[in-house]
């Protein structure tokens, strides 16, 4: 930009991105008039006018995009889809030779200007991750690397830009930043943004008293985007240049208040005066606590220089702070919800029809707050794609972008400069030229970076240098309990617990338990604070088991909470039940326009007869559990929550819902979600109509203004980064739709009048229905995505009572000692299910189909019944086996079923099939017929007599024959015995050809019948734990492998969103699902990585005779190593074990797992051999912490896990549990370390628990299970 200003040339800029395709380029068709119509973009109009193109991203474009200059670059001609040629100068001079001006114009030749030039900017792709530069276009540029500044440049440049402050700061503060600049590439920390150094330099001028580490963290947010291991670097380097790590400044109060054209803000006795606006301040409540203020004051000193990004989890008060801030300084706002497949064209313009049908754009919320000069609130700035999010970097830094319609917006002061010159304001804007006010800032609200994880941190270099960063702590405890003084009136007891809970979370050194601390959220307290303030009477564990679905999580993680709640004192109490209090009973009456259900009421409303039709209408018995549900659902309705059922599949949410809605006589809109749903059509449904887009409500804008419920089914089928849209709908009652219309609060005076706003309805509401998360369930994660925002509430199989009551309704006459069978045997599985031994979760939508059935068919034999819902695992064997076990169990018949006999029970019945046809024949007259001297039964025909169906001869089932003859011939296909008799030749035959494949089999792996047999002793008891594991696999891959949605293609489904761009006649209009491209900027799918470290000790084989420890041990080794064999890509594992002759022996190695049986059956007898021949000793301590700090420096894996077997004699090798629990946690938090004590003594065991990690430690005292461990660890940890 410097050298276009020094030698005074016009340019055309594009930053490029992964949305960006030729017709951004070269030429983009418009409808005017009816008539489409070529406008020239950047690369065209450059090479006319003698510009210079500046292509800024080249790395962030796709592959094949940018060769479509590669002719113009070399020999300035390019071909346009108008039918006209750029042509070089000198050639087209050549032609003004012997041609005219006008015929050249006729064919449609136009001179590229000498003066044209290409600059192309870019980041290395092998450092930065992009798309690597194709040799073709590489070969048509000059390169030139820009080097950073030095030292001296730097600091005269910031001593010049900030006098005041201390020199001796403007050199610690260079130091700090050039060094992290130039790192060691091993230790590959993000790049420092040497250009918001001038930002930095800026706040520190404004406010003396500000601390370098203040300015640091808000230039360099390296709390959030650095691992351990970095942050100790960074914290030995403001050591070593005595830059102190705490903060010195502390605002005591902050006022504003207008003055002319600006913002006079008072922090104490420090002044501000910053941009802002005129509205009237709204009076929502805020609560001054210390640290919020400490917080707003650091925002107001940033907003004074530059752009914020505020930086914390969900539930920390982002939006909150942002709202306070907009209120001191005046200031409108316009929100822009990002997601993670907006383009970058969204970003800034949208095309839309006018009511002449011609294409015209619409200004994004970014450019109306810059045209404007409102605050722009980007909510979701972690989502965006890196490319696109790249769009900002110009409008940002230069505070300038060209806009999709040919438009500019210049910086304020260029703008004036421009004025200066003797240009007026109209003829500005026919030139396209707007300014960009002083005031308009942008506000990013984001995530933290998953640190360590598979995914690239969204942070990158590129943003780093756009934004000045805040980030967000969660609040401490008291600053909860004055939160929830001011907004409650008083903190119940209860609410303290819950208070105290939230700590323990947040502070724990566990991992597991740090990741759970966010669904309890300062936004989920202030929920659960205004419930218990309105219904005092709650139950504390109720409220947790909705709030963070106890019922649903994986055990261990389950365990580690519970243990937690125990910790807080929050204790279950005895009538408690999953679901329900198990004592607790409520009815429901409509008396007088009131409805009442159990304790709760609300008045009932007059409906006008178009609403009445929206009211659900839905069978519905209502049994007590149910009933108590719909009162918990009621209370947090009443209170003004919006409601998300999770559960699994059939039991009943849909009709929970429905009744609740009829019984309140509210009207519903509903839509059900899908894989293929979009933003768009969520927010509207865009239709071509006479030759114009026009957009239709869609259920959600439909509820949104009458003040209708929207239930939205189905939700976890969506993709996340869809539906989170919705979250700025719940928390601010805002939301942009994709025709440009805004969703705005009921009291937003803006709204008035307005055609382009929309009023929520005071009686809005969202119900949310989803199935709950996690195998065998493939939906996404919608809890974990957006439940913070939800009033959440977990639905279960109806306990027994209830649901023998709901079945007597569904089968009166089905004998009730049937019904309470079903229910036992269906109650077991379901405890299978949760117990990770059965993958299917049989839900009571089951067992009504079994009970409605026998209610029609009394007769049925259950056999057949249970058939119906078990042939969908006739082909798993060891499932079907274990369900049928339980079913006999409970005394249900199926004998035949579990036999296998079911076919031959069905063939037994003797059914009779009529089937009536006119067969067209004449009859002749009647005789006897011929004698079939064999008596052959015969169909049909008129010839022999004592047949059947004929016609004139005697016999049976004719017609016009003499009299009725029968021949003693059946009618009917071959017996039973006939079909079952297969000869005993074909039989051995069978057998024989078994024998050889088997046989063969072993000499191919090269192991003997007898090793084979030894093998199999340990392979057959966890068949059915091996098969459970690779369904969990197969499920995960399914997920994995997903295919995406592929835009801008030319065939495929049409893409809504592009539907005027297929108007204008562009071809790439579709969408198509293909695998996702691996792109050079996404990283890899990674392998999960487990380290299985076995106990090998001398006392493992001296005990097996006693408890059959290592035999045990052996199954569940071959469990694993069977489990994962071809998942080698999901899971990568080896195994080592421990005595008292070493720490790390080698059986499996990672690079090679085990083939074939021969491979697995070597390696558990090395076990074996070992265990039986090893000296005396304990290693298990420094086994497990070399198994996780070797695992934890490995690099190339997504989950890391080390499990540990011991038999826990540590009392007697004096081993401190405390040191063991260390040994797990050294490869935290990239590893987690279990251990499994397995044939212990019980009484050491448990002590040896007690002082372990939550969830990390198992004793095993029934040797069998130890397969069923392992299995949950991988499930929670790996799976």
């Known amino acids: 930009m410097q050298y276009l200003e020094l030698t005074n040339r016009e340019l055309e800029y594009v930053a490029l991105s992964r949305d960006t395709t030729e017709n951004d380029l070269k ?69 003004l030779e012997t041609h005219t001006k006008e015929q050249l114009d006729q064919w449609g030749v136009l001179r590229v200007s000498e003066e044209f030039r290409v600059v192309a900017l870019g980041l290395p792709a092998q450092k930065y991750k992009g798309t690597p530069l194709d040799p073709p276009l590489r070969s048509r540029f000059q390169s030139r690397n820009v080097a950073s500044y030095t030292f001296l440049e730097l600091y005269d440049e910031l001593q010049q830009l900030a006098s005041d402050v201390p020199a001796e700061k403007l050199k610690q503060l260079l130091t700090f930043a050039l060094t992290l600049q130039t790192a060691d590439k091993d230790i590959q920390l993000p790049d420092f943004p040497l250009h918001n150094l001038r930002l930095a330099v800026q706040m520190l001028q404004t406010n003396p008293a500000l601390t370098l580490h203040d300015v640091i963290s808000n230039v360099y947010p390296y709390q959030s985007i650095l691992n351990a291991e970095q942050q100790k670097r960074v914290h030995e380097l403001l050591t070593s240049l005595q830059i102190q790590r705490v903060s010195g400044y502390k605002v005591k109060s902050i006022t504003s208040q207008e003055e002319n054209d600006s913002i006079k803000v008072n922090l104490d006795d420090l002044q501000l005066r910053l941009p802002g606006g005129s509205i009237s301040v709204s009076s929502e409540k805020f609560v001054d606590l210390s640290h919020q203020r400490q917080v707003l004051a650091s925002l107001l000193q940033m907003y004074a220089v530059g752009d914020i990004c505020l930086v914390g989890e969900k539930g920390v008060g982002k939006l909150t702070l942002t709202k306070q801030l907009m209120r001191l300084l005046h200031q409108s706002t316009e929100p822009m919800m990002l997601y993670e497949d907006m383009t970058s064209r969204d970003l800034i313009q949208q095309r839309i029809t006018n009511a002449e049908g011609d294409t015209i754009w619409q200004d994004s919320p970014l450019v109306r707050a810059a045209k404007t000069g409102s605050v722009v609130i980007l909510n979701g700035l972690h989502r965006l794609h890196k490319s696109t999010s790249a769009v900002l970097q110009r409008i940002i830094h230069e505070r300038e972008v060209q806009l999709c319609d040919g438009t500019t917006l210049l910086r304020s002061d260029r703008y004036k400069a421009l004025l200066s010159q003797g240009l007026s304001e109209d003829e500005l804007t026919k030139l396209g030229i707007f300014p960009i006010r002083e005031s308009f800032r942008i506000i990013a609200l984001a995530e933290p970076p998953k640190i360590g994880g598979i995914k690239a941190s969204w942070l990158t270099p590129e943003l780093l240098s756009m934004f000045l960063y805040q980030e967000l702590r969660p609040l401490q405890q008291s600053e909860e309990n004055e939160l929830l003084l001011q ?3 008083k903190v119940e007891p209860k609410m303290q617990q819950l208070l105290q809970l939230a700590q323990i979370l947040r502070s724990s050194t566990d991992s597991m338990l740090q990741s759970l601390s966010g669904t309890l959220s300062t936004r989920q307290l202030l929920k659960l604070g205004r419930r218990l303030a309105a219904y005092p009477d709650s139950d504390v564990y109720e409220l947790l088991q909705n709030t963070f679905l106890i019922k649903f999580m994986p055990s261990l993680s389950r365990a580690a909470l519970e243990q937690a709640i125990q910790q807080a004192g929050i204790n279950q109490s005895s009538n408690f039940k999953f679901f329900g209090n198990k004592n607790k009973t409520s009815q429901i009456s409509v008396v007088d326009n009131r409805l009442r259900i159990g304790a709760t009421e609300m008045p009932l409303a007059e409906l006008q007869l178009e609403q009445q039709s929206k009211v659900p209408s839905t069978l519905f018995y ?16 009443l209170i003004g929550e919006h409601l998300l059922l999770v559960g699994n599949q059939g039991v009943g949410k849909n009709k929970l819902i429905d009744r609740l809605l009829e019984l309140m006589r509210r009207p519903r809109e509903y839509i059900q979600l899908h894989r293929d749903t979009t933003v768009h059509s969520l927010t509207v449904q865009s239709t071509l109509r006479d030759g114009q887009i026009v957009f239709e409500d869609s259920a959600l804008v439909k509820a949104v203004k009458a003040g209708h419920v929207l239930v939205i089914d189905e939700a976890d089928k969506a993709p996340v980064n869809v539906t989170c849209i919705l979250r700025n709908l719940v928390e601010s009652g805002e939301m942009i739709l994709s025709d440009g219309r805004r969703i705005v609060p009921h009291n937003d005076t803006r709204a008035d009048g307005a055609s382009d706003f929309i009023k929520t309805h005071p009686d809005f509401r969202l119900i949310v229905l989803a ?116 079913l006999s169990k409970h005394g249900l018949p199926i004998e035949a079923y579990a036999k296998n006999e079911l076919q031959a029970l069905r063939e037994k019945k003797e059914l009779q099939l009529s089937v009536k046809r006119y067969s067209g024949l004449g009859v002749s007259g009647p005789k006897f017929g011929k004698e079939d001297p064999k008596n052959e039964p015969h169909v049909g025909g008129n010839t022999w007599a004592g047949g059947t169906g004929g016609r004139d001869t005697a016999g049976l089932g004719g017609k016009g024959g003499p009299f009725r003859l029968d021949k003693g011939h059946k009618v009917h296909q071959l017996s039973d015995e006939e079909k079952a008799a297969i000869p005993e030749d074909i039989k051995r035959a069978a057998r024989e050809m078994n024998r050889k494949a088997y046989e063969q089999k072993l000499q191919e792996i090269k192991m003997s019948a007898f090793d084979h047999q030894v093998y199999a002793q340990y392979s057959e008891p966890n068949r059915k734990q091996v098969q459970q594991l690779k369904a969990i696999l197969e499920a995960m891959q399914t997920k994995s492998k997903e295919r995406l949605w592929q835009k801008y293609q030319t ?46 000790s001398g006392s493992m084989y001296r005990f097996n005779g006693y408890d059959g420890r290592l035999d045990r041990e052996l199954e569940a080794v071959v469990m694993v190593m069977e489990a994962f064999h071809g998942y080698e890509k999901k899971i990568v594992y080896d195994i080592i074990g421990h005595s008292g002759e070493g720490w790390e022996l080698p059986f499996v190695n990672a690079a090679s797992a085990p083939k074939n049986d021969k491979d697995r059956y070597m390696a558990i007898r090395q076990m074996h051999a070992h265990s039986q021949y090893c000296w005396s000793g304990d290693s298990t301590v420094k086994a497990a912490r070399e198994a996780c700090t070797s695992l934890s420096a490995e690099e190339n894996y997504e989950n890391g896990t080390v499990v540990v077997l011991s038999d826990a004699n540590l009392a007697r090798y004096g081993i401190a549990p405390k040191d063991l629990a260390k040994a797990l946690r050294s490869g935290e938090p990239k590893v987690k370390g279990y251990v499994i004590f397995i ?19 198992f004793v095993c005292m029934d040797v069998t299970k ?4 392992l299995k949950q660890i991988f499930t929670s940890s790996l799976l």
Do not use: W
Request: proline share 5%; charged share 25%.
């Open 487 to 489: 907004f409650c009136g």
């Open 622 to 637: 209502e049994m007590s559990q149910h009933v108590v549900l719909l009162e918990r659902l009621l209370q947090d309705y």
């Open 771 to 886: 199935n709950r998360p996690g195998f065998p369930f493939l939906g996404n994660d919608f809890f974990a995505a957006l439940g913070d925002i939800f009033s959440c509430h977990a639905i279960d199989n109806p306990m027994p009572d209830s649901e023998i009551f709901l079945l007597q309704q569904y089968g009166p006459n089905v004998p009730v000692k049937t019904l309470r069978k079903l229910v036992n045997a269906f109650g077991e599985l379901r405890n299978l299910a949760d117990e990770g031994l059965l993958n299917y979760p049989y839900s009571t939508r089951e067992v009504v189909n079994i009970v409605k059935h026998l209610e029609a068919y009394p007769g049925e034999d259950m056999s057949e019944l249970v058939g119906n819902v078990l042939d969908f695992d006739r082909y798993q064997p060891e499932a079907l086996d274990q369900v049928t076990q339980v």
């Open 1051 to 1096: 065939d495929g489904e049409l893409d809504d969103t592009r539907l005027i761009e297929g108007i204008t006649g562009e071809k790439n209009i579709y969408k198509r699902r293909s695998e996702a491209n691996p792109e050079a900027d996404h990283a890899q799918e990674q392998p999960n990585r487990l380290k299985l470290v076995v106990d090998v």
């Open 27 to 95: 030429q983009r068709r418009e409808i005017q008039n009816k008539t489409a119509t070529y406008y020239d973009q950047c690369a065209v109009r450059a090479a006319l006018h003698g510009r210079v193109l500046v292509l800024d991203g080249v790395e962030n474009v796709e592959r094949n995009v940018l060769p479509v200059l590669n002719n113009l670059l070399e020999n300035r001609e390019m071909h346009l889809e108008s039918g006209k040629f750029l042509m070089a100068p000198d050639r087209y001079d050549k032609l």
């Open 1239 to 1257: 044939g212990s003594l019980a009484e050491e065991a448990e002590e040896i628990i007690t002082e372990m990690p939550a969830g990390q430690s």
């Open 1266 to 1269: 130890l397969p069923q461990i």
